[in-house]
């Protein structure tokens, strides 16, 4: 994907979501918009892993 924001991201991630569950797709589509979510999924998970999920105290140099 290009340079989207994290908002803009989800948003399309959203509407792949919705699409895959309300309409009536033929087989080929449906794997495509799986594909792009899996996708964009993929980028989002990575833009969100900030680290191994412990806290650490800085002291701030003093």
Do not use: W
Request: net charge negative; no cysteine.
């Amino acid at each position: 994907m290009t340079d989207q924001s994290l908002d803009e991201k989800i948003d399309r991630l959203e509407q792949l979501i919705d699409r895959l569950e309300t309409e009536e797709l033929s087989l080929q589509e449906a794997q495509r918009l799986h594909d792009d979510a899996t996708a964009l999924l993929e980028e989002l998970e990575a833009e969100l892993d900030i680290g191994d999920g412990s806290v650490t105290e800085l002291d701030g140099g003093q």
